[in-house]
């Protein structure tokens, strides 16, 4: 009697994955990462276009190094005073 109930319960959960609704959802698994990640690029194929936006090499240069100096030498905090304030009138 109990392995018929075995079988049985096998049986019945088999079923219930085999009508599982993820192949629905698997179908379009990272769609929204991809579409988000195409709405971030500004042009895919810059190469082939000879007018691309961009920097030249000298600016581009200067530009990164100014960036990691900055965490060389954070700005000086500014200290604030008066935080909460009275309100305006």
Same mark, same amino acid.
């Given at each position: 009697?109990s392995?018929?109930?075995l079988?049985? /319960? ?9 009508? /599982? %609704?993820? %192949?629905l @959802?698997?179908?379009r698994? $990272?769609?929204? =990462? ?7 690029t500004?042009n ?9 936006? $961009? ?5 581009a240069?200067?530009? =990164?190094?100014? @960036?990691?100096? /900055?965490?060389?030498? %954070? %700005?000086?905090? =500014?200290?604030?005073?008066?935080? $909460? $304030?009275?309100?305006?009138?």
């Open positions: 009697m392995r018929n109930l079988t049985l /319960s096998a049986a019945c959960l088999l079923v219930a994955c085999a009508n /599982s %609704p993820t %192949p @959802y698997d179908a698994f $990272g769609d929204a =990462v991809r579409e988000a990640r195409q709405r971030m500004i895919p194929m810059p190469a082939a276009q000879a007018d691309a936006a $961009g920097m030249d090499g000298r600016s240069r200067e530009a =990164v190094i100014l @960036y990691q100096g /900055s965490f060389r030498a %954070p %700005p000086p905090v =500014v200290n604030v005073i008066n935080l $909460g $304030g009275t309100g305006a009138k």
